[in-house]
């Protein structure tokens, strides 16, 4: 009896050590959550919602204005159609932007679509705001400023997605039937365009959202290693709600009692291929083969779409019109080496730019350049040979060889304060075209680097005459 007494003291002792020994790790862990991803995440949430809400409002509001257009012209063709599209029991994009800027639910009773993302980053919110006193105390008001932020993004970002909806459910009705009275409406152009930007855009603004940083990264491995936060994860994450673990296991057994299982499936078909007749195996089983067939195309049609909704727009879209505008920025930089003359010296240009995609095809951009002069093979001297600025435009015409065309201004004097560059009878001008060709690279820095070959138009007009073919190496940086 005391030799038990004394193993179940152990035990009780060792399991309090253990679980001690938990806490303590459990709080160190938290302790080492870092204060920037709590920042990250509270801006990535602004940034997301106000570029949400504006493209929201600002899409409604062009799809009202020519919807009213389109209203107008049918009530002078075709009242009955007018009435059919406009009438009190019908919602249009006013009655939808009038919601939205009330701050009324566009539609009631909406099923939320999963997002891992979203789903992944509220249970990490939640599981913190409940170890509070475990964190550190700079930590504890950003964390309750998140979880607000995040149960209005919840709000909003259900109402854009039935918005999205309800946007191609009224253009798809605006075209099948205003198209029989109006015939190819630049109206009706207008809203095809804009519905399909608008969900192009939202869908870039999301992955842009998703994108997790290195702060997020470093807070979810200290949060995966807590046993306590992966159980806390399984039991009330929005995927463990779809499967009812999120009441325990009765709720789950409750929320899968009554469905067919395998066997009773099989058991069924069976007794209906028994029932059918000598020809019922094959025809089920060319029936199966069909609906195999069916299915695989329906696979590869999601994996080419990236587990996106296919809709094939009736026009050629400009995919930068659904980019943010630093998206649209490219960063550049190229290097242009000259041979000395009885002149000048040997020299280096070396060129930064900012260009700007217009479209999938042109970029037009500006820079600044700086002449290094590097003297002579016997003699290396360093100096100051001149600055230029840049205009330029490239055109992309077939594959990665691009078209490219700009205009220069250069002074090829040397120089040593920023006085003696008000000399403007030294400036010249170059205009300059030529191929570029591009090619993709992945480096930390450099995504894609650029080889141009060059004419100057104006070379002869230089005194001296400067060499009338360029040849420069870019590299186009990343964001």
Partial sequence: MILFRIILSVLFVSSSLQTYAQSDSTITALQNIPVK?????????????SRITNKTEKTLEKLSKWENKIHTLLLKV?????SRLFDNDQTTFSNVLQKIKEGQQVI???????????????????????QKEKLKDNLVKPINEVNSKLA????????????????????????????????????????????????ETLRNYKEIFNDRKKAEDLAYTILDKIPAFK????????????????????????????????????????????????????????????????????????????????????FKPNMQKTKTFFQRIEYGGNFQFSKNNSLLPSTADIGLSLGYKINDKSIVGVGA????????????????????FRSFMDWKFKKQFFISGGIEMN?????????????????????????????????????????????????????????????????????
């Fill in 37 to 49: 991803y709590i920042e990250s995440i509270d801006k990535k949430i602004s940034t997301y919602s």
């Fill in 78 to 82: 075709n009242p009955d159609a007018a």
């Fill in 108 to 130: 009631e009773n909406y099923r939320e679509k999963y997002d891992e993302y979203r789903d992944k980053l509220t249970t990490s919110m939640k599981y913190l705001d409940q």
């Fill in 152 to 199: 209005e993004l919840k709000k909003l970002s259900d109402g854009t997605d039935v918005v999205e909806q309800f946007i191609k459910e009224r253009k798809k009705q605006l075209i099948n039937e205003a198209v029989k009275y109006l015939g190819n409406s630049k109206y009706l152009t207008k809203i095809d365009k804009e519905a399909y930007y608008y969900i």
């Fill in 231 to 314: 159980r806390f994860e399984q039991n009330n994450s929005q995927l463990a709600a779809l499967f009812g673990r999120s009441s325990g296991t009765n709720a789950t057994m409750q929320s899968i009692a009554g469905l067919q299982t395998r066997s009773n499936v099989q058991s069924l078909i069976q007794a209906r291929l028994a029932s059918g007749g000598p020809n019922a195996q094959q025809q089920f089983n060319q029936n199966m083969q069909m609906a195999r067939d069916q299915l695989r195309q329906l696979k590869d049609k999601v994996v080419k779409s990236g587990g996106k909704d296919i809709e094939t727009p009736d």
């Fill in 369 to 388: 350049s700086y002449k290094m002069g590097l003297g002579s093979a016997k003699h290396i001297s360093i100096s100051h040979q001149g600055i230029g």
């Fill in 411 to 479: 002074y090829n004097a040397q120089f040593h304060n920023i006085a003696q560059l008000q000399n403007f009878a030294k400036w010249q001008q170059a205009g300059l075209i030529g191929i570029t060709k591009k090619m993709s690279i992945n480096t930390k820095w450099f995504k894609a680097t650029k080889l141009q070959l060059l004419y100057d138009l104006l070379s002869r007009s230089h005194i001296p005459y400067s060499q009338p073919i360029l040849f420069r190496v870019g590299y186009s940086l990343k964001n």
